[in-house]
């Protein structure tokens, strides 16, 4: 049977995540975003919305 290491005796384990080659995580901007959806989206959204609502009367799946 192997005996392990001495030098694996002594590694250290990491305590935390390694640190970033590109800089501290400050210095990553943040995305913005926008406040509502476009009229669009919240059309299709309402659109699905309501089919969900009629598929939910009917008797039978898929019809």
């Given at each position: 049977m192997a005996k392990?290491?001495?030098?694996?005796a002594h590694r250290r384990r990491a305590t935390g995540p390694a640190p970033s080659l590109t800089g501290p995580?400050?210095?990553?901007?943040p995305v913005l975003r926008r406040a509502t959806a476009p009229p669009a989206a919240l059309d299709l959204l309402a659109q699905a919305r309501s089919g969900l609502e009629e598929a939910?009367?009917?008797p039978t799946p898929n019809e």
């Open positions: 392990p290491s001495a030098a694996a995580a400050s210095d990553v901007h939910a009367v009917l």
